[in-house]
């Protein structure tokens, strides 16, 4: 599973997910819904760069 990075640090595992925000814990990153933002800055996903392994 891939991870990626917020501008403001915030990292989406995509095996977590975003369970506070109805994304469940496999979600990949590009299954999000477009409408979804940041849990911690509120930037949208596009403030968001892959995480090299």
Do not use: N
């Not at 990626?4 to 995509?14: F, R």
């Not at 590009?30 to 930037?43: A, N, T, V």
């Amino acid at each position: 599973m891939k991870k990626y990075e917020c501008v403001c640090g915030y990292i989406y595992d995509e095996a977590i997910g975003d369970p506070d925000g109805g994304i469940a814990p496999g979600t990949k990153f590009e299954d999000i819904p477009d409408d979804w933002s940041c849990p911690q800055c509120g930037l949208d996903k596009s403030a968001f760069t892959l995480l090299e392994d």
